[in-house]
């Protein structure tokens, strides 16, 4: 009953920036977690920033200073302003939310993923 719709991601250079927005739709009620995770080739997946309802923000050390997640819970939408971009930062970004549904039971969902490539 909920989709999660990515975008905004790309091939910029270093130091460069990219957007990433995630929105979702279907039976909501509330999304007490947005968050962002990613991937890189032979690597775990990986937290990279998380909006708790209850605990506020936090963000993986590498990306701290650079990164910032940002939720609309009006729209159910949230977002990645990537700075300051490093090839390391070159993974499949997946966007993560836990929904209340309006049937009251907390489900996880996951994006399918948007590719971020960072080179020179």
């Known amino acids: 009953q909920v989709q999660l719709v990515e975008s905004g991601g790309g091939l910029v250079q270093p130091g460069g920036s990219l957007r990433l927005s995630c929105a979702a739709s279907?039976?909501?009620?509330?999304?007490?977690?947005m968050g962002w995770y990613r991937q890189a080739p032979g690597k775990q997946r990986e937290l990279v920033a998380i909006?708790?309802?209850?605990?506020?923000?936090n963000y993986a050390d590498s990306v701290k200073g650079r990164f910032t997640i940002s939720g609309d819970n009006a729209k159910n939408q949230v977002d990645l302003q990537m700075n300051s971009l490093k090839p390391e930062d070159t993974a499949v970004y997946y966007c993560?939310?836990?929904?209340?549904?309006?049937?009251?039971?907390?489900?996880?969902?996951w994006g399918k993923g948007t590719q971020v490539t960072v080179s020179s």
């Open positions: 909006i708790n309802s209850s605990s506020g923000t």
């Open positions: 993560n939310v836990v929904v209340l549904g309006k049937n009251l039971v907390h489900t996880t969902y």
């Open positions: 279907g039976s909501i009620f509330r999304i007490p977690v």
